[in-house]
């Protein structure tokens, strides 16, 4: 597999992101399965604009998409984003987070 080199100005922009323990948490979730605002809101126990800013942020620069289903959006990893093999080499390196989603449903 050919691998593209990353700007250090991008991958700061990148790292200083996912700094944050619960968008690092939402990516790691997100490489499994796609989940809705309610989701988060109940995983990390935030109020929904708290989430809906931390989503921003990532769809922002591309690393998450949106799939509008009715009033609901899911977010999923954006993997046709030209950073996500830079990102998919860090996530991988993480535990999963699969215990977290486990019995939490709505939409």
């Known amino acids: 597999m050919l691998k593209t080199e990353i700007e250090i100005d991008q991958a700061a922009i990148i790292l200083k992101l996912l700094g944050d323990k619960t ?3 939402m ?3 997100l ?9 988060f809101v109940e995983i990390f126990n935030m109020s929904q604009p708290s989430i809906s800013q931390h ?3 990532l769809k922002d ?7 509008r289903r009715g009033q ?4 999923s990893i954006n993997n ?19 215990h977290k989603i486990q019995g939490i449903s709505c939409c």
Not at 31 to 39: D, G, N, S
């Open 80 to 98: 046709n984003n030209k950073f996500y093999p830079f990102v998919q080499e860090l996530l991988q390196q993480l535990p999963s987070q699969a």
């Open 31 to 39: 490489t499994t399965q796609e989940c809705c605002v309610c989701e």
């Open 55 to 57: 989503l921003r942020k």
């Open 72 to 75: 609901w959006i899911f977010y």
């Open 27 to 29: 990516m790691k979730i």
């Open 23 to 25: 968008r690092l948490t």
């Open 61 to 67: 620069i591309g690393l998450v998409k949106e799939d």
